[in-house]
């Protein structure tokens, strides 16, 4: 197959295991490349360790990941140079300032210093971060520390994007110039995976879906073949399962006195 009709990301009998716990059970995912397909599942479902294996942060008991046809696991430093990752719980160094943070990432993917400066100057007004590029990252809220985070997952322009959760603590605004800003990127040729628990969010931004529960793929495919006549949401939970009724409580409908 040619390089460019190659997948973005294939995922072929992904396990992991701690403890006794099976957290992701043969995990099979073909992203195609230029699409903006989203992830979604219940908390524990097996996403973020999926995403984990996938980009090369948690190595998985059995199973395989391309990316763009090379295998993640036998050439990491070359598929990584491709990655942009936006991981959970991201952890950074939070006592350099929003502008030294991301020209730190941008030189250690191998960027030179007039390169790294130009980006990090449009990352940080794209993301509205420009007023704040002298502050110390410790000192952002936490929607101002995802922002400052994705910049540093873009800013080497990576070929795939693995955002988990991006627009968690994100207001509004920030989330709808973040969403263009994606949009863009895909547009161009790129490819973004997003995991999110916001149903709407995922069928109004992405192109392709999958439905994560139990360490599974339930569901894979375009946004329209999964939800059928439904509307994500709904397959979502007729998928998934687990609703339950508020009958035990009824003390909350029952007015005193």
Known sequence: ????????????????????????AGIDLVVPSGSFYGLVGPNGAGKTTTL?????????DFGTVLVHGQDLWSHPLEVK??????????????????????????????????????????????LDLDKDAQTLVVEYSAGMTKKVALACAMVHAPRLLVLDEPFEAVDPVSAANIRDILASYVASGGTVIVSSHVMDLVQRMCDHVAVIAGGHVLAAGT????RGEASLEDRFVQLVGGRVSGEGLAWLRTSSG
């Open 223 to 226: 946004v329209d073949d999964v």
């Open 1 to 24: 197959m040619p390089a460019d009709q190659l997948p973005a990301l294939d995922l072929r009998g992904l396990w992991r295991r701690f403890g006794q716990k099976v957290a992701v």
């Open 81 to 126: 140079r491709m990655l942009g990752v936006l991981p959970d719980g991201v952890r950074l160094f939070d006592r350099l300032t929003g502008e030294q943070l991301i020209t730190y990432a941008g030189l250690l993917h191998g960027l030179d210093r007039e390169t790294v400066a130009t980006r990090a100057h449009d990352l940080l007004v794209a």
């Open 52 to 60: 984990s294996m996938a980009t090369g942060l948690l190595q998985p």
